[in-house]
Each structure stands twice: as C-alpha cells, then as structure tokens.
C-alpha cells in the first residue's frame, strides 16, 4: 500500500511540469529462467504504473512501476517423529513477490494505430514468504515455537522490455484513446534468499528449519522447507490497459 501511494503522489508532484500523463494497470506472469528453475514457481499478479511524457510530441518516457505477484499457496500436511511420539500438523503457506522500477521506455510509431516499444528499468526485487504451523493433532504432539513467521530478502534488478500497443475506441482524455497492451519483460537481479516449502530430502540447498518443543519441553529443529540464494532471472509476461490521465 505504502508503494502505490508513493507512485500516485509522485505522478501528482510531477504532473505540473508533464506534457502527457498516463496511467497504466496491468496482469502479468512471471516464469523462472536458468539458475530459478525448480526452485521459484510461476508468479501471477497485478502492476500499477504511471507513464510521463515531459516534452511535447515525445516517444521517450519516464515510468514508475509497481508489480506483485503469488508464486505459491499451498495447505502442507506435515509429520516427523521424535522421541517415539509422532507429530502430525498442518502448514499453511504463501509465497508473494513485490517489484519496484522506475526507468525509460521508447514508443515507436507514437501517432499509429500500431505502436511497439522498448524499455529499460532498475530497481528492487522483493521476495515475501508467509506460514502457519497449526498445533499438532495430538496434545502429547510437538508445537512449534515458530509458529506464525515471515521471511523477507531483497534484490537489486535490471529490467528490459518490450512490446506493442494498440488503440481502443476509448477516448476519455482529450482526444487520447486507451491503448491496449501486450508485451513481455526479462529481469535479472542480484542473488537474494527466498524459501519454498519442500521437504524433498533428495536436494542439496540448505534446509529451512523450525523449532519445536515436545510435551516434556524438549526443544528440537525439524525442516520444513529449503532456502535458496540465487540470481534473479526470470521472464515476464503483461496485458494491459494504458489510461490518459491529463494532457496539457
């Protein structure tokens, strides 16, 4: 919330000195690349974006973007032994991604029906990993002493773009129609932490680990999940709708 408020007050500061304001909403989908293959599963979300044009009659814009995603929800059924006692107890799991650019993007054929693009952006890349241990089924269970937690780590990207436009019958703003958009992304990043809940003894990443504490306040660890450290590289892909917001 804190992200999208920033965005509409600065499209508000700036809007005095922009010759073209558009606003930009979107539906994406992110996939894995390379290194992320197997470890980040597929993000689906929605973008927020303002588009200024500074100069009149220019193709070449400044943009701010906001972009979250889901990447995994899943309810985990979950058992361990110890001590001859035997846990049962459910994992309730989300997994969600926020990224944050600003940068530059070229509209080619700015005055056609048809109107391509390219881009380029920086910014931060933010992965959000969310879970509930419920209590265990048995009384004489293990409960977990980390039973309600967020883990979070950061990635510095760079992002390129491209993709085309094409106008709709809408003309809201002056004479500006709303534009259609389809177009794709591809972001590469800084390495960053982020869990995925797995309990697949077979891989080699370092295991996530939780405390629990036995009926006799025994405290011992047990994996429910594994960290990974990798590179961002991921794909994405975008439809949306490109709003005139005001034009001077």
């Not at 994406?28 to 290194?35: D, H, R």
């Not at 943009?63 to 459910?90: A, I």
């Not at 990635?155 to 773009?161: A, C, L, T």
């Not at 390495?191 to 990443?205: C, F, G, M, Q, S």
């Amino acid at each position: 919330m804190k992200s999208i408020l920033l965005l509409l007050a600065c499209s508000i500061f700036i809007k005095a000195g922009a010759q073209k304001v558009s606003f930009i909403t979107r539906a994406n989908m992110n996939t894995p690349l390379g290194v992320q293959v197997g470890k980040f599963k597929n993000a689906y979300g929605m973008g927020i974006g303002i588009e200024l044009t500074v100069k009149k009659a220019s193709s070449l814009k400044i943009v701010m973007n906001v972009d979250g995603g889901t990447n995994d929800v899943k309810s985990m059924p979950y058992e361990f032994e110890f001590n001859n006692v035997l846990t049962k107890t459910t994992i309730e799991y989300n997994s969600n991604i926020l990224e944050l650019t600003s940068g530059l993007r070229y509209i080619f054929n700015e005055n056609r029906k048809l109107k391509p693009y390219a881009g380029l952006n920086i910014g931060m890349f933010r992965y959000n990993t969310n879970y509930v241990i419920e209590d265990p089924e048995d009384s004489d269970g293990c409960h977990a002493l980390e039973s309600d937690n967020i883990q979070t780590d950061k990635s510095f990207i760079g992002k390129i773009e491209g993709g085309l436009r094409f106008a709709s019958k809408w003309k809201p703003n002056a004479g500006r129609s709303i534009l259609f958009d389809i177009g794709f992304s591809y972001r590469k990043g800084t390495k960053a932490d982020y869990i995925r809940l797995n309990t697949d003894d077979n891989e080699v990443d370092i295991d996530y680990s939780v405390k629990f504490q036995s009926a006799t306040n025994e405290v011992h660890e047990h994996a429910i999940g594994k960290i990974y450290n990798t590179a961002v590289n991921q794909l994405g892909i975008h439809f949306g709708l490109v709003i005139p917001f005001s034009s001077n």
